[in-house]
């Protein structure tokens, strides 16, 4: 039988006592989850240190960036604009790096004020050599290994655009030797699969490109560890895929005489379980007695894409508005409020719908999606179908609920319009 999922960090009162005051959709944090996370991250195998920094696309919000400062993460940006955002808030130059797919604009001013800069591709490399001669750079390669649950997170190999291209590193070379360059770091990253042996064997390559580069002192290993949303899913435990990185640190060092410092950049690691989206059964339809009953919720494509995106599933909780509990379990079709036939939170990658197996919900009962602190509310269609964005509230450790997003004012979704036909 299929499992019947279960609230992670809340509690039915609570999930009632929010809706009722901050209303829904609302996506929910809780920060003793978050400090958790990062003492888990923090507590990763290593040989002679560790660097964890937080990949901020997958959750931004000023208070979370806050959490992490205070545990002594760094941030991993991924443009310019994240770079400025960190900024903002309070994280000194130096514990930024920017790893972009897009070559900053505001390139010599950030990297002027001590951000850290990995440079993804040969012309980026190029470029801060020119700018930068005898200065610090970070060098992303792609290995040719990849690991992700889809080719859409799948960020190593043939079919992955990131970083530079290892049979390219004669080439990397030139460029470092002719502009004087230290190269302080190397990375990869592969994906977000974790599979623990494509994880060790990018490692062992990693560290190859370590011994081109006498002056590197960092090895960075990306993230992407496999976080278990669903009952039947599995996460990454981290000292089980760290330990042989470690051994692997340590031969390194007997052979080479230098002790790397590991660096990892966990997004989703650190924040997915860390969150949940609070909605309201808006209403109930059927497609006849061989089709589907679906259940449409108040929210939508409009807070969290994944599931239109990868097909990715989140857990699904009825909790009823009257504080009884579900009569019965029924198999629904579970999808959002937007005019989009894609926005399907219940459906297999390619965009078929199926059911998912949950407590009975009637209009007006609430559906508690799990497992949304990462790449939901940073990587939502927002303002699609001019749906304003989504509330934002953090539990407190003393149990307090602060709201930390206020729902954008429609009037706020076109104030950047110009308007010239009268």
Known sequence: MTSIEKLKFLKEDQVRTLAKEFGTPLFVYSEKEIEQKCDDTLAFPNAFGLQVRYAMKANPNSNILQI??????LIDASSEHEVVRALHFGFSPESIMLTSQEFPKAFVELIGKGVKFNACSLR?????????????????FNPGLGSGHTKKTDVGGVTSSFGIWHEKLEEVKAIVNKYNLVVEKVHTHIGSGSDPEVWK??????????????????VSLGGGYKVGRMEDEKSTNLQTIGAPVKIQFEEFAKKHGRKLILEIEPGTYLI???????TTVDDKVDTGKHGFQFLKLD????????PSLYGARHPLITVK???????SHKEYVVVGHCCESGDVFTQKEGGEPITRLMGEAEIGDYVVMEAIGAY????????????PETAEVLLRKNGETKLI??????????????LVVE
């Open 68 to 73: 992490m400062k205070k545990k002594g993460i």
């Open 124 to 140: 980026q490399l190029e470029l801060f050599g020119q700018h930068f001669p005898g200065k610090s750079v970070s060098i992303r």
């Open 201 to 218: 064997a990018v490692a062992k390559y990693t560290l190859e490109y370590a011994e081109s580069f006498p002056s590197v002192t960092v």
């Open 272 to 278: 997915a379980l860390c969150g949940a989206l609070l």
């Open 299 to 306: 929210t939508g494509m409009d807070s969290n894409t994944r």
């Open 321 to 327: 508005k009257d504080g009884g509990i579900p009569s």
């Open 376 to 387: 939901c509310s940073s990587m939502s269609t927002k303002n699609y179908n001019s749906f």
């Open 405 to 418: 997003r206020k729902k954008e004012p429609v009037m706020e979704i076109f104030r950047n319009e110009i």
